[in-house]
C-alpha cells in the first residue's frame, strides 16, 4: 500500500484533504503531519511515495523539508502548496506545484499521476541558490493565513456537500456531520470574518 504524506499545519484542510484522498483514490494510506519535525518522524516510518507539503511551516521551510526528505526517498514525488504566490524557481523542480486555495479535482489529478509515476532522485535533488525559496512578503493582513484558512473552509465544504449526498437516507449520520463537520467549518468562517472586519478597521484607520 502506498502512503501519502500531507504536512500542513492548517489542520483542518490537512484532515478534509486526507478524507477526500482516502476516500477517492483506493490502495492508499493517508497520513497529516503539522510540523517539519512530525514530518520526519512519521515519514521515517512510513516511506510516503508522494509528500504534498505547505511551502511555510511553523518550524521551517517546506521547500527544504522535501529535499530532505528526497535524500533518503529519491523515488518520492512532491507536491508543494502555498498561499502566497509560489516563488518562480518551484515550478518544474517539483512533481508539481498548487496555489491555495486549490480544486479538489486538481489535487485529486495530480496525486493520482504522482502515484503512477517515477520520479528520478536526480530531479529530486536539484539545488537552488540560497535565499531563492523564499516567498515575497506580504503588505497588510497575514495573506498567507487568510488563504491557508480559507482553503481549508473550501475544502471542509467539499467534503460536507460529498457527505450529505452519500448519506442523504442515514438521519443519525447527518446529525453526526452537523454536529462535527458543519460547527468546524463554522469557526473558520467566524475566524475570516473578523480577520476581515480588523483589516478594514486598519485600512480605515490609516486614511484618517
Not at 476516500?23 to 516510518?45: F, L, M, P, W, Y
Not at 463537520?181 to 468562517?189: K, P, T, W, Y
Request: hydrophobic share 40%; proline share 5%.
Amino acid at each position: 500500500m502506498k502512503t501519502v504524506l500531507i504536512v500542513d499545519d492548517n489542520t483542518t484542510l490537512a484532515y478534509f484533504t486526507a478524507r477526500s484522498l482516502q476516500k477517492n483514490i483506493q490502495g492508499i494510506e493517508v497520513i497529516t503531519a503539522v510540523s517539519c519535525r512530525e514530518a520526519r518522524a512519521k515519514s521515517a516510518g512510513k516511506s510516503p511515495s508522494v509528500v504534498i507539503v505547505d511551502i511555510k511551516l511553523p518550524d521551517g521551510s517546506g521547500l527544504e523539508l522535501v529535499r530532505e526528505l528526497s535524500e533518503s526517498l529519491p523515488q518520492m514525488r512532491a507536491i508543494v502548496v502555498s498561499g502566497n504566490e509560489l516563488p518562480r524557481n518551484v515550478y518544474g523542480r517539483f512533481f508539481g506545484s498548487l496555489k491555495k486555495p486549490y480544486g479538489e479535482e486538481v489535487l485529486l489529478a495530480l496525486v493520482r499521476r504522482a502515484l503512477d509515476q517515477d520520479l528520478s532522485a536526480a530531479a529530486m535533488s536539484r539545488r537552488d541558490p540560497p535565499g531563492q525559496d523564499r516567498p515575497a512578503p506580504s503588505s497588510g493582513y497575514d495573506r498567507h493565513h487568510v488563504r491557508n484558512r480559507f482553503a481549508g473552509l473550501l475544502a471542509g465544504l467539499r467534503a460536507l456537500q460529498g457527505d450529505l449526498k452519500a448519506q442523504a437516507d442515514d438521519p443519525p449520520a447527518i446529525r453526526r456531520l452537523a454536529e462535527e463537520d458543519v460547527e468546524r467549518l463554522f469557526g473558520i468562517a467566524i475566524e475570516l470574518a473578523d480577520i476581515v472586519k480588523q483589516n478594514e478597521k486598519r485600512q480605515r484607520g490609516s486614511h484618517e
